[in-house]
């Protein structure tokens, strides 16, 4: 952890923080000495920069650093791997200067020191950030550990990430908050109803065997909340085999789990009042001599034909047996996450998940919220009349759609098949990864909307907690990173 939460040591270096608007207010106060030197550097306050003010001992006296907003939740991601090793604290309202909000500090500073470390070092230790403890700076902190342990998930490569990984993973998780884990293995997948599942994963190594796992945790009183997340911990596309650089980056195929995983420890964390379960369907999506093929037909566990059009569109075949399953226990709310589609990325790029939802409101409300909190998605249509394109000659629904066009949609409707008519459903394919690096945000496995999906799940079915960010819910015992722990 680089954010301690208590009081400063002695000799921590005080961090002052401004905007651009107010940083000629509060230049104006400082000791003229200190505004010439700011000056100097070309200082202004702007988002993501900092400069080091000297004592006349020649030792850090003082960091200036500029923030876009006092909520904004990046706000201090570049300092801790920038700033020399040590420990700071924030200097509060000094000369003006803006008082961050204990959350948005927390979480930045946390992530600003991310870096997934399983196999090289890092060249320097982050500098460290001292807080006075809060409800809100614990709640940064939560985030914090659900983001960098659903990125860990992602970028721990396939061989070191396979199914049976990912149960062991998701076994911790519910050890660390009293969830109950099963797994069902295997040929045991037909017994148990989910033909679909099995199909994708029959063809990997014996110990890397499809999987279903299944996590839940609550009470029977409060409203059941089902997370579906696609497990794919390599898709190499089967049969249909990807090219070489459509199959680089195929480790990531799990994001959708990853978030599912990091989604739960966050509302177990919080103690929200939800009767909850995670299905995560885990397969490899390999080829062999019995792997599943382009033109076979299974019937799903909902009952409907599903013809295989393409083996590489593999997500939605595991997704619609878990999404048919969690529909049984009729939840207030279903929500699963995928790297679902290419064409999700070709619509709207890799920082933007696509939220598909039956209920318009609904899906506008929540992207109003995720550029609120800097943590977007944007919606798409389940275009009832491209369903078409979905129907099969010799079966129900095909796995591809009628021609290249509308992708995301053709999946997204291929998984509403599964989902019956009255039930309340977000499905959200995203990419789970920075192709970029942003302060705080390195190239690699990302969070997306994360934050977005818990401030939501807080306001609706938490006790009244107000924005979600706001705590005063109960935090219950913080879980940093149970899967971090769970490395191979
Ligand atoms: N896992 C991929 C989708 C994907 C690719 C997500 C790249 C993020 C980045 C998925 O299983 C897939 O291959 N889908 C195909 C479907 C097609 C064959 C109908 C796709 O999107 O090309
Ligand atoms: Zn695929
Ligand atoms: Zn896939």
């Given at each position: 952890m680089s954010v301690e939460l208590g009081k400063p040591d002695r000799g921590s270096v005080p961090v002052h923080v401004v905007d651009r608007q107010t940083w000629p207010e509060v230049a104006s106060r400082l000791p003229k000495a200190d505004a010439r030197w700011l000056q100097t550097l070309g200082f202004v306050g702007a988002p993501d920069s900092h400069a080091l003010l000297p004592g006349a001992d020649g030792q850090l006296a003082a960091v200036w650093a500029g923030v876009a907003t006092a909520s904004h939740p990046w706000a201090l991601a570049a300092l801790p791997k920038n700033l020399p090793v040590g420990a700071y604290h924030l200097a509060g309202e000094v000369c003006g200067g803006l008082v961050l909000e204990a959350s948005a500090a927390a979480m930045s500073w946390e992530l600003g020191a991310y870096r997934f470390d399983l196999y090289k070092a890092a060249k320097r230790e982050p500098a460290r950030l001292v807080l006075p403890g809060s409800k809100a700076a614990e709640h940064g902190l939560l985030l914090a550990a659900a983001i960098a342990s659903t990125r860990d998930l992602v970028n721990t490569p396939a061989e070191h990430m396979g199914p049976a990984h990912l149960a062991e993973v998701a076994k911790l998780v519910a050890r660390q908050h009293g969830a109950t884990f099963k797994q069902t293995v295997g040929d045991k997948l037909l017994g148990a109803g989910f033909p679909a599942v099995h199909a994708v994963g029959r063809a990997a190594a014996s110990d890397r065997a499809p999987r279903l796992i299944e996590l839940h945790w609550g009470k029977p009183k409060h409203p059941r909340l089902s997370l579906i997340g696609k497990g794919v911990c390599f898709d190499t596309g089967g049969l249909d085999i990807k090219s070489a650089d459509g199959m680089r980056q195929m480790k990531k195929d799990m994001g959708g789990a990853a978030h599912v995983l990091g989604l739960a420890q966050l509302v177990m964390a919080l103690q929200l009042p939800v009767r909850l379960q995670v299905l995560i369907p885990a397969v490899e999506n390999a080829i062999a001599g019995n792997a599943y093929r382009p033109g076979d037909v299974y019937k799903t566990r909902k009952g409907l034909h599903i013809e295989i059009g393409n083996t590489d569109a593999e997500g939605r075949v595991i997704l619609c047996d878990a999404l048919a399953y969690a529909a049984e226990s009729q939840p207030a709310l279903m929500i699963d996450m995928a790297t679902l589609t290419g064409a999700a990325r070709v619509a709207l790029g890799p920082q933007l998940p696509a939220l598909f939802c039956r209920d318009i409101g609904q899906a506008r409300a929540l992207v109003d919220r995720g550029l609120a909190l800097h943590d977007p998605l944007w919606h798409m249509p389940l275009w009832a009349p491209y369903h078409g394109g979905i129907e099969s000659e010799i079966a129900d629904?095909?796995?591809?759609?009628?021609?290249?066009?509308g992708g995301a949609i053709s999946a997204a409707l291929f998984l509403e098949d599964f989902v019956p008519a009255d039930q309340e459903w977000l499905h959200l394919d995203l990419y789970a990864w920075n192709s970029s690096s942003r302060p705080g945000r390195p190239v690699g496995g990302e969070a997306q909307s994360l934050r977005t999906l818990i401030a939501y799940l807080e306001d609706r079915f938490g006790a009244g907690t107000g924005s979600g960010n706001d705590m005063g819910s109960g935090i219950g015992?913080?879980?940093?990173g149970a899967a971090r722990r769970a490395r191979p």
């Open positions: 629904i095909v796995n591809t759609g009628a021609g290249p066009m015992q913080p879980a940093p």
